[in-house]
């Protein structure tokens, strides 16, 4: 039973510019409309506490405006703190232009959240009904990565442990990826990613390949529109449809998905029925604007509704 989500990933201030199109090398472009807000790990937390999952940040946080705006927006959404800001650095943020078919594409600068060490972790006490939330940006880290993955192995066996690779996932070190894997429950990853794990095509076939790789609680394959792949131990693949909508902003939808998959196991929910409500939450998220776009339990219970009376 999970009674608590513990984030070891990363919060940003996310800089985000909605453009008609990706300007051309050198060019300039004038942005429709834009805002500057806490992101990153934020996106996922946020998706827990609306599905009623108590969250504590565990990642580093720093000293400026922009940590200042980081603890600001996690304190109004009920997320507690475990670490004190780091002095003399701020929070790192990121630019996101967001094209006009909700497609997005990210620059990162880093900050405080990228000098998590052991220190940190140690300070953090983790009980056998807690969710641990690792990101694949955090694992890049030089810092990060392998204080993450050396303190991952100490922490009970009952502890949940779920890994979200990210985009850059090709460029977490082996020894900091194998010793994560090694612990981790469920893996939930995007196709793309998928792909670039396995070399499978196939969705299902990816979802296979990457649940022999680790071959605890399960693997899940998002597969956008479509919905996701899940692997459970002991079942084959299944695919849980998703939810026709029309898409305004996709930034945050798969933070939205593994926040409400959270939600859902911690509430009593079968992986199944996680997932569909995790589809269902993405798909709320990608017909608003912004990053931390996730739906309440309300809204969600709401649409499940709806989409079930359509049929």
Same mark, same amino acid.
């Given at each position: 039973? +999970?009674?608590?989500?513990?984030?070891?990933?990363?919060?940003? +201030?996310?800089?985000v510019m909605n453009v008609p199109s990706l300007p051309v090398r050198g060019g300039d472009m004038l942005a429709r409309s834009s805002?500057?807000?806490?992101?990153?790990?934020?996106?996922?937390?946020?998706?827990?506490?609306?599905?009623?999952?108590?969250?504590?940040?565990?990642?580093?946080?720093?000293?400026?405006?922009?940590?200042?705006?980081?603890?600001?927006?996690?304190?109004?959404?009920? +997320?507690?703190?475990?670490?004190?800001?780091?002095?003399?650095?701020?929070?790192?943020?990121?630019?996101?232009?967001?094209?006009?078919?909700?497609?997005?594409?990210?620059?990162?600068?880093?900050?405080?959240?990228?000098?998590?060490?052991?220190?940190?972790?140690?300070?953090?006490?983790?009980?056998?009904?807690?969710? &641990?939330?690792?990101? =694949? @940006?955090?694992?890049?880290?030089?810092?990060?990565?392998?204080?993450?993955? =050396?303190?991952? #192995?100490?922490?009970?066996?009952?502890?949940?442990?779920?890994?979200?690779?990210?985009?850059?996932?090709?460029?977490?070190?082996?020894?900091?990826?194998?010793?994560?894997?090694?612990?981790?429950?469920?893996?939930?990853?995007?196709?793309?990613? #998928?792909?670039?794990?396995?070399?499978?095509?196939?969705? &299902?076939?990816?979802?296979?390949?990457? @649940?022999?790789?680790?071959?605890?609680?399960? $693997?899940?394959?998002?597969?956008?529109?479509?919905?996701?792949?899940?692997?459970?131990?002991?079942?084959?693949?299944? &695919?849980?449809?998703?939810?026709?909508?029309?898409?305004?902003?996709?930034?945050?939808?798969?933070?939205?998905?593994?926040?409400?998959?959270?939600?859902?196991?911690?509430?009593?929910?079968?992986? $199944?029925?996680? $997932?569909?409500?995790?589809? #269902?939450?993405?798909? +709320?998220?990608?017909?608003?604007?912004?990053?931390?776009?996730?739906?309440?339990a309300g809204e969600t219970d709401a649409f499940l509704a709806d989409a079930l009376a359509a049929r």
């Amino acid at each position: 039973m +999970i009674e608590r989500l513990v984030h070891v990933g990363n919060v940003v +201030i996310d800089l985000v510019m909605n453009v008609p199109s990706l300007p051309v090398r050198g060019g300039d472009m004038l942005a429709r409309s834009s805002q500057v807000t806490a992101g990153g790990g934020y996106n996922v937390m946020t998706a827990a506490r609306r599905q009623g999952l108590p969250v504590t940040y565990a990642g580093a946080h720093g000293t400026g405006p922009f940590g200042d705006l980081a603890r600001r927006q996690l304190s109004e959404a009920g +997320i507690d703190l475990a670490q004190p800001a780091e002095p003399d650095v701020d929070t790192g943020f990121d630019v996101a232009l967001v094209d006009a078919q909700g497609e997005r594409t990210f620059a990162t600068s880093l900050g405080a959240e990228a000098r998590l060490t052991r220190r940190h972790l140690d300070a953090v006490r983790v009980g056998p009904t807690d969710a &641990v939330y690792v990101s =694949g @940006y955090g694992l890049v880290y030089p810092s990060n990565g392998p204080a993450i993955a =050396g303190w991952l #192995a100490g922490l009970p066996g009952e502890a949940v442990v779920i890994t979200d690779p990210g985009p850059l996932v090709a460029d977490i070190p082996q020894a900091v990826r194998d010793a994560v894997l090694a612990r981790t429950d469920w893996w939930s990853a995007n196709l793309r990613e #998928a792909q670039s794990l396995t070399g499978e095509s196939d969705p &299902v076939r990816a979802a296979e390949a990457l @649940y022999e790789r680790i071959g605890r609680a399960g $693997v899940l394959v998002r597969t956008g529109p479509d919905g996701a792949i899940l692997r459970e131990r002991g079942r084959p693949a299944v &695919v849980v449809p998703g939810f026709a909508v029309s898409q305004l902003d996709a930034n945050g939808a798969g933070d939205a998905h593994v926040g409400a998959f959270l939600a859902g196991l911690a509430h009593g929910r079968s992986p $199944v029925e996680a $997932v569909r409500r995790a589809n #269902a939450a993405a798909a +709320i998220a990608v017909t608003r604007s912004g990053p931390a776009t996730a739906p309440t339990a309300g809204e969600t219970d709401a649409f499940l509704a709806d989409a079930l009376a359509a049929r």
